[in-house]
């Protein structure tokens, strides 16, 4: 059975770091594109970063980019985020999520129906 389990969210002031963590099993983690997304109540969910299989093709939204950084440890079969120089506006669940499609950009990108249970991310003073 597929598995994804985010880890790392909690409190943090304006201009902290944090790192979120996504444990995968049940399938090859090694051969899927993977994704973060982040959701804020009443809004539709946002792809933030996303990786291919390897770690060479990464992709980020705007907001954040040069602020976050996607990985992976495909021996390990775990996704990271790390995030710096947090904004209020980065509060919101984040979600690991596995990719059906990846496009010539991020906005190209598609998500399956596999996603993990979400940790906040809260940034306030």
Not at 29 to 37: K, L
Not at 105 to 113: C, E, F, K, Q
Request: charged residues 15%; glycine residues 8%.
């Amino acid at each position: 059975q597929v598995h994804l389990v985010e880890s790392g969210g909690g409190l943090v002031q304006p201009g902290g770091s944090l790192r979120l963590s996504c444990v995968a099993s049940g399938f090859t983690f090694s051969s899927v594109a993977m994704s973060w997304y982040r959701q804020v109540l009443g809004r539709e969910p946002e792809l933030v970063a996303a990786i291919f299989d390897t770690q060479n093709d990464t992709n980020y939204a705007d907001s954040v980019k040069g602020r976050f950084t996607i990985s992976r440890d495909n021996a390990r079969n775990i996704m990271y985020l790390q995030m710096n120089n947090l904004e209020p506006e980065d509060t919101a669940v984040y979600y690991c999520v596995i990719l059906s499609f990846w496009g010539p950009d991020i906005d190209a990108h598609r998500p399956s129906p596999v996603w993990g249970q979400g940790t906040q991310v809260t940034v306030s003073s």
